[in-house]
């Protein structure tokens, strides 16, 4: 587990815009920070420069005491979960699972021991030996949110996770990332553009607006404000 100092970070693109303006953000040792505001604000944009998809044009990001500009993503001991699940198709979900560990040579006994331990906490021990396809959204969204679990990241990247999914299996999902976040206490920033799941799921919400902080604060204080 490690805090995030996320300190005057810019993301200027190629052709000149400023998605993202000197933001800092400091994110404590397991805090659950939520990303909202309106659609083009920067949310993605941030999010990817932590996971480092995308360049930081200005500025640092520490995870832990690691200044992580430079480091290659594999490298940065977070781990992201993605609306469209990013799974593997031709792999069964046990090898969706493994695969991160496989190829950072841990041995087979940890693997096993790990994805046995994910999948129980998921509830996706039966589908194990199935591929992707034969499975549904909620069932993918687990198994997504699996491949985080078993690298026991210092962080976790959300963006938009449950935008995939059915109004009642979002609320569903939503209290089992609530429930994985109390019982992992893994340090998050999660990126959703839902209400309700912002207010579930914050420790501090965090409003940005053309690429800037517009606020920040708990859920209650935040929604409250006129
Ligand atoms: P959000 O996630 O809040 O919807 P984004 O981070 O996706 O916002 O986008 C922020 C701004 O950056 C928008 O104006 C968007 O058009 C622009 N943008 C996003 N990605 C790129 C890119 N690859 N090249 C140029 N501009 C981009
Ligand atoms: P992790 O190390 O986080 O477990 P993987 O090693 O499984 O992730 O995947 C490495 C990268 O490939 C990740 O950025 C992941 O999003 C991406 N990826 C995963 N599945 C697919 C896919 N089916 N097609 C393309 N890219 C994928």
Redesign the pocket.
């Known amino acids: 587990m490690a805090q995030i100092n996320i300190t005057n970070v810019s ?1 200027i ?3 000149g ?4 303006k000197s933001v800092s953000l400091d994110i404590a040792d397991g805090e659950f920070i939520v ?1 909202v ?12 420069m932590v996971a480092g998809l ?1 360049a930081i044009s200005k500025g640092t990001v520490e995870i832990g005491d690691r200044v992580i500009n430079d480091i290659e993503p594999a490298e940065r001991d977070i781990a992201m979960v993605f609306q469209n699940y990013a799974l593997y198709p031709h792999m069964t979900v046990y090898n969706n699972l493994a695969y991160g560990l496989k190829n950072r040579g841990t041995p087979k006994a940890e693997i096993d021991a790990r994805v046995a331990e994910a999948a129980r906490m998921l509830e996706i021990e039966p589908y194990l030996t199935r591929k992707p396809r034969a499975l549904s959204g909620g069932q993918r969204q687990r198994v997504a949110m699996g491949r985080a679990i078993v690298r026991k990241p210092a962080a976790f990247l959300f ?2 996770p449950l935008s995939n999914l059915d109004a009642k299996l979002r609320v569903t999902m939503r209290g089992e990332i609530k429930q994985l976040q109390k019982r992992l206490g893994t340090t998050s920033l999660y ?1 959703t ?1 839902d209400q309700l799941e912002a207010m579930t799921l914050a420790d501090r919400l965090v409003v ?1 607006n053309g ?1 800037q902080i517009e606020q920040i604060g708990r859920p209650l204080d935040v929604y409250h404000t006129p």
């Open positions: 993301k693109y190629a052709g815009v400023e998605a993202v990303l505001g309106p659609s083009g604000c920067g949310k993605s944009t941030l999010l990817r995308e963006d938009e990126v553009h940005l690429g």
